[in-house]
């Protein structure tokens, strides 16, 4: 997303990702050590694994917003993919009490960071895991995309209906930008079947949560 600072936005995004990180940790404290073992919704990954994600996802922030605080463009994830996903497995290797205090930490060190934030580190820009150039304005954004889909992949129960509806709103203005650029002229509408789902249900299967007869997958997060 390249588009200008916007403070109110930013502080109304901000508000709602410390309510779905307060979420997060809820259902963290509350889970046994045999819990965090089981599988997540996500093929191949345990909660743990994908907490470990979690983790390192607010980790590799705070990295991008140090590096902007110092005027330069960071890497989020330093030395490429590999360290990404060496830094998941470790921190799936790590015990439930240990697995939790890590991320309470790494999203109070993002939180706070953010908190120090001035203008001109919110102007910066900073490289994504998948290449792609951000402005830090718009990690809150990508942060709470990170939580509120993760949350439902945790599989303990919090369905997409739960899915905030101001994240939903913003989020299904992206996908339907991405959907028209990414479709030739005369298709760059979603499909009339996609339109009559209630928008939840509708961004659930853009982003592959929810299968919808008739239709393929959505193009995913």
């Not at 830090?136 to 945790?154: A, G, K, Q, S, Y």
């Not at 991405?178 to 979603?190: C, E, I, N, R, V």
């Not at 009339?192 to 949560?209: I, S």
């Amino acid at each position: 997303m390249t588009s200008a600072l916007d403070p109110r936005m930013l502080d109304r995004i901000v508000e709602g990702l410390a309510l779905t990180h307060q979420k997060l940790l809820e259902v963290v404290d509350g889970l046994s050590a045999e819990q965090f073992a089981e599988p997540s919704l996500l093929p191949g990954w345990s909660r743990k694994t994908l907490l470990g994600h979690l983790t390192m996802n607010a980790r590799s922030f705070v990295h991008l917003m140090t590096c902007a605080a110092r005027g330069e463009v960071g890497e989020q994830y330093p030395g490429g993919q590999a360290i990404r996903t060496a830094g998941i497995e470790e921190a799936a290797t790590w015990e439930p009490t240990k697995a939790v205090a890590e991320l309470r930490k790494a999203i109070y060190t993002l939180e706070g960071a953010w908190a120090g934030a001035t203008s001109d580190i919110w102007q910066g820009t900073g490289t994504m895991s998948g290449g792609s150039t951000s402005p830090m304005h718009d990690l809150p954004f990508r942060r709470w995309r990170e939580c509120v889909v993760h949350l439902t992949d945790l599989n303990v129960g919090i369905g997409y209906n739960e899915w905030p509806d101001y994240y939903v709103r913003l989020e299904l203005d992206r996908q339907k930008m991405a959907w028209a650029a990414s479709h030739p002229m005369g298709l760059t509408q979603f499909p009339k079947e996609v339109m009559q789902l209630p928008e939840k249900q509708r961004l659930a299967w853009l982003l592959q949560r929810e299968t919808v007869d008739g239709l393929p997958l959505g193009p995913g997060l």
